[in-house]
């Protein structure tokens, strides 16, 4: 329990001037938080601003300043909250220290554009499928859409975010709703948006041409959305792929689409923790929204402070070293670990991976950059410490975007080949457990070709999660 005190002097912390946050052009005002009142099982917090059209979030320390970073606490509202007030249920037995952040508010999933981008044939799906070795066979052609929508940024500033809506042409049933989120990419072009069939694009065209209505986020930061993709990153996978559900619904209920109110889930890779984090945060906050039916996360790190952590820390060398970099990079952007990320990396990686991360390169160019042992790219003290500090930085901001720790309502299965290196099994299995732990018994893992490594372990978890939704619409 908190001694009031201690959080008396939280409440009044007036945090670092953000002038130096160069993530700090999303804020309009840090409000002092002017009142606090003690409730039976919390706090209650409140704040001035004369300002309009803005909104608030919350972030916190705890430690006495000691975590270095800033995060979003639990919340049963989703910030950022168009009141002057915010309710703290988490009771711990240590001071917590707030800051208040005033931002832009946004019309999440207002549609801003919808383009018709092309149509596909059925004699070109066919052959697409044939080709790729899909054992689809097209219903409909597909009318591909791009969607440019309202959205926010993770302090929940007002942003730009794109995707893909892939609609069945001449089918007068009404329609199940899916959203596929896609694995991996550096390359904004590269987004499922560009409607190049050789990106994951090319998934939601599947679903559509055998009758459903299909979304693909591109996520922050690839497409048409602004600044570096906070890759790995929780919150903001979550609210850009809840925001282009309102974006495609509203698009559909006014184009002739007529939507079941079935929704399916699912993604590979980080597809697959981007997909657990739309669930969570659907049922959390969205309810009256949104039902979801099923949801099937693919080959996704869900524990990235135990599992991922353990497998970056081992030594060995790595497929793709560049989902270190990629993910430092990320977090460096969101919760600012050090002044710059240059500032984290030993040398000659200080001064040529940043600029490799934002020249549009591909994986390959920026692997053949690094050393095969990812790690080694940090200054040896940043290194030690993250071996060493239980609440080094860079943990809490990994732990802060693991997905697992709750219950599903949902059916959910987990795909997952054994002998994947990228992203370990362990990751699902972790995932398993907790689910378990916490009293959820319905869901599955299921490893659909046990041999596969992470690339080849995508199509036919595909296959199968494809089925058991078709099972169910």
């Not at 079935?262 to 657990?276: D, R």
């Not at 003290?381 to 975007?401: G, I, K, M």
């Amino acid at each position: 329990m908190f001694q009031r005190t201690e959080i008396v002097k939280a409440a009044l912390f007036l945090a670092f001037a953000t002038a130096k946050f160069s993530i700090f052009a999303q804020i309009i005002n840090q409000p002092e938080i002017t009142s606090l009142q003690s409730m039976s099982n919390g706090w209650c917090l409140g704040w001035h601003s004369s300002s309009t059209g803005t909104a608030f979030t919350v972030e916190f320390q705890d430690y006495l300043l000691q975590d270095v970073i800033w995060r979003i606490p639990a919340s049963r509202d989703p910030f950022p909250l168009a009141s002057n007030g915010w309710f703290d249920f988490t009771i711990t037995n240590h001071a917590r220290y707030y800051r208040v952040l005033e931002v832009p508010a946004a019309q999440r999933g207002k549609i801003i554009s919808a383009t018709l981008s092309t149509t596909l044939t059925t004699g070109t799906l066919s052959l697409l499928f044939t080709l790729a070795g899909v054992p689809i066979t097209p219903q409909y052609n597909v009318l591909l859409y791009k969607i440019d929508y309202e959205t926010i940024t993770p302090l929940g500033a007002r942003t730009i975010g794109s995707g893909a809506l892939a609609l069945p042409q001449g089918d007068n049933a009404v329609l199940p709703l899916i959203s596929y989120q896609h694995s991996t990419i550096l390359q904004t072009n590269a987004a499922p948006s560009s409607m190049n069939l050789n990106t994951e694009v090319s998934v939601g065209a599947a679903f559509a041409t055998t009758g459903y209505a299909a979304v693909v986020p591109d996520y922050l930061g690839l497409g048409d959305s602004p600044g570096f993709h906070p890759f790995y990153h929780a919150r903001s996978e979550a609210t850009a792929c809840v925001d282009l559900l309102r974006a495609a619904k509203a698009f559909c209920a006014t184009s002739g689409f007529p939507l079941s109110g079935k929704l399916f889930l699912c993604g590979y890779s980080q597809g697959g923790h981007a997909s657990m984090a739309l669930l969570r945060e659907l049922e959390q906050y969205h309810t009256n929204e949104f039902t979801v039916t099923a949801c099937a996360p693919m080959a996704g790190a869900y524990d990235l402070a135990g599992v991922t952590t353990t497998n970056f820390l081992s030594g060995s060398t790595q497929l793709n070293p560049y989902y270190f970099l990629y993910l430092l990079a990320a977090y460096q952007d969101v919760y600012h670990l050090a002044p710059n990320l240059a500032a984290l990396l030993a040398s000659p990686y200080d001064t040529n991976l940043p600029a490799m991360l934002r020249s549009n390169l591909t994986s390959a160019q920026i692997n053949a950059a690094m050393p095969g042992d990812p790690v080694q790219i940090l200054k040896p003290e940043v290194l030690a410490a993250f071996r060493a500090n239980s609440r080094h930085s860079l943990r809490l901001a990994l732990e802060d975007n693991d997905v697992y720790r709750w219950i599903p309502h949902a059916p959910m299965r987990l795909y997952h080949c054994a002998a994947d290196q990228d992203v370990v099994i362990a990751n699902s299995e972790v995932a398993l457990a907790s689910f378990q732990a916490f009293g959820d018994n319905q869901v599955q893992l299921i490893d659909p070709l046990p041999s596969g490594d992470h690339s080849s372990c995508s199509q036919p978890s595909l296959v199968l999660a494809k089925a058991w939704f078709d099972s169910l619409r």
